[in-house]
């Protein structure tokens, strides 16, 4: 369990090479730990071998977890060592709820106590946009009926036509291109919205009473852009239609491909008013992730590292596919003759796997030259001036947003893209995971609270020639927004430094730490597959778990 949430364990006798010595191999094994757990149980208190571990443990100055698996208390041998640690008891089944438990204060303690920012003022965030977000959540919702059991559900819009299982009977059910009736219980499970239409057609009218004031009292010109220059949205009539301003009605996706056609409208009560802009070019193998809040967090899995809370983020460019082995290669040997070093090489089974075996310094640098191979704005700088490019070392660098590089998505980026426009589903694609839907390794349903159909171990199709098990990029069915294994295959490095995630708009994490957040799960987890889990690394470590995909930002209008 622990080790299907990234978190490496040294067990004994698994660990214990083959014809070393046992006490010394243990030792060893102490020495390289940052956290001991310590299972309490009858034969654990009778057992001197243990007391010498849990000594050594202390006298390193690792942390102890006691676990008791039994209704017993400490040996005095064992007493003085562990009666001041925070205790576990995990002798209540179900045992997995105990060892979810023990993964979450695991990771609490490998990430180490939270940065001590500088207190500021508490900003509100402007009304408008809170309203806006309310409108377009409230009316991107659709219902239908399972074909199946008969029974209510709720999605988002740009699930239509998908097919998703149902949460009541388990069975496969197709969500219907249009809103159908629901049954007359439909109000015990969708709350009446009365009031919220109420409410919403109040505050259409006053946009559009805004609206009406802004043409009557704005010129109407639009400048033409000068030959071979950026093509960018003209200067309207009315405010760009930014995701939030679109038509409420239209979902996520929907919205991202008016963006790309430049065909955005706002709707004012029951009369649309176009909103003049060029379309939004979307870069060769990316996919524009439109401007809006999202539910951010776990809805599913009550997981405390990720509460569910709304967050805003700007459009962003996502890439489609992982970056693979070959495209990895060819940059690297570009950047190295441009001045570049990485820590680490990378590697990949076949050019057309995605590149493992990278840290978190890597992936940056990278960016920066497949930037300016590419005759883009780098990203990453060694100064707040943005005037000294970052290419080697293992630096803290500075960001410039606003540059048109390639660089490492947000954590909110990563998850709102990763959902595809679904809401509160554990996948891109719903509940339930498979062999069907990502690269993963099965484990027992009971593990995963019966969220996956099995098989156990891994798929023989990506075992071949060992580990990493990873598969080619693209193998499985993307998600709402045309992304490729963002559950499973590899888990893909952030920008963010772990902690707590902000409610404010776009979201970057603290200022510094010890970590940077990792997503989306690998070929060696299932649980940890879902949109909402979070964990981090230290960015200097290199796993053949762990890839990376390419973001960029979307350039804002004048």
């Known amino acids: 369990m622990l080790e299907s949430e990234c978190i490496r364990c ?16 243990i030792l060893e094994g102490i020495k390289g730990s940052r956290v001991m757990v310590l299972i309490l149980s009858e034969s654990a208190n009778e057992s001197p071998h243990i007391r010498r571990e849990v000594e050594r443990a202390v006298s390193l100055d690792i942390a102890i977890i006691p676990m008791r698996i039994e209704n017993v208390a400490p040996a005095k041998s064992l007493e003085l060592f562990v009666t001041s640690s925070h205790w576990l008891d995990a002798f209540t089944p179900p045992m997995e709820r105990h060892l979810r438990y023990l993964a979450q204060v695991i990771q609490k303690i490998l990430r180490g106590p939270a940065p001590i920012l500088e207190e500021t003022a508490p900003t509100k965030p402007p009304i408008a946009k809170g309203v806006v977000a309310e409108v377009l959540r409230a009316a991107s919702e659709m219902r239908f009926q399972c074909a199946q059991c008969g029974e209510n559900l709720s999605v988002d819009k740009s699930a239509a036509g998908a097919t998703i299982r149902c949460p009541h009977c388990g069975e496969p059910t197709l969500i219907p291109d249009v809103e159908t009736k629901v049954s007359p219980a439909a109000p015990s499970q969708f709350p009446s919205r009365s009031l919220s239409i109420v409410f919403i057609t109040a505050i259409l009218i006053l946009l559009g009473t805004a609206a009406w004031w802004f043409t009557q009292h ?6 033409a852009p000068a030959e071979g220059s950026h093509v960018e949205a003209p200067k309207s009539v009315s405010a760009p239609a930014t995701a939030e301003k679109l038509d409420p009605t239209k979902s996520d996706v929907a919205k991202s491909e008016e963006l790309i056609t430049g065909t955005a409208t706002t709707t004012v009560s029951n009369t649309p008013v176009h909103a003049p802009q060029a379309p939004i070019p979307v870069p060769a193998g990316m996919a524009l992730i439109p401007e809006g809040v999202f539910d951010m967090g776990d809805a599913s899995d009550h997981d405390a590292n990720n509460p569910p809370r ?17 495209l990895w290669k060819s940059t690297r040997s570009w950047a190295e003759s441009h001045g570049y070093k990485f820590s680490h090489s990378g590697a990949g089974k076949a050019l057309n796997h995605p590149v493992q075996m990278v840290n978190w310094f890597d992936c940056v640098k990278w960016c920066n030259a497949r930037s300016q191979r590419t005759g883009l704005k780098p990203v990453y700088y060694l100064d707040p001036d943005f005037t000294q490019v970052y290419v080697s070392d293992e630096l803290n660098p500075h960001v410039n947003w606003d540059a048109d590089g390639f660089r490492l998505p947000t954590e909110a980026e990563w998850e709102k893209a990763a959902r595809g426009g679904l809401k509160g589903k554990r996948f891109p694609w719903g509940d339930i995971i498979s062999w069907k839907n990502a690269n993963c390794c099965g484990i027992d349903a009971s593990r995963l609270d019966a969220h996956y159909e099995g098989p156990n171990g891994w798929n023989s199709a990506f075992t071949r020639g060992g580990d990493p098990f990873t598969s080619p990029i693209g193998t499985f069915p993307p998600n709402g927004f045309g992304l490729y294994d963002m559950s499973g295959n590899l888990l893909e490095w952030c920008w963010d430094w772990s902690g707590p995630i902000a409610r404010d708009d776009n979201p970057r994490g603290p200022a510094f730490g010890k970590a940077r957040i990792i997503r989306g799960g690998s070929w060696k987890n299932t649980f940890a597959e879902r949109c909402a889990w979070r964990a981090s690394d230290r960015p200097e470590v290199a796993r053949n ?7 960029r930002s979307v350039p804002k209008s004048p």
């Open 310 to 326: 709304p967050v805003n983020v700007s459009a962003v460019f996502m890439e489609k596919n992982l970056v693979s082995w070959d």
């Open 218 to 223: 704005k010129p109407n010109s639009v400048a």
């Open 10 to 25: 040294w067990i004994a006798p698994r660990d214990v090479p083959a014809g070393h010595e046992w006490g010394e191999s």
């Open 545 to 551: 778990t762990t890839g990376f995909r390419c973001a």
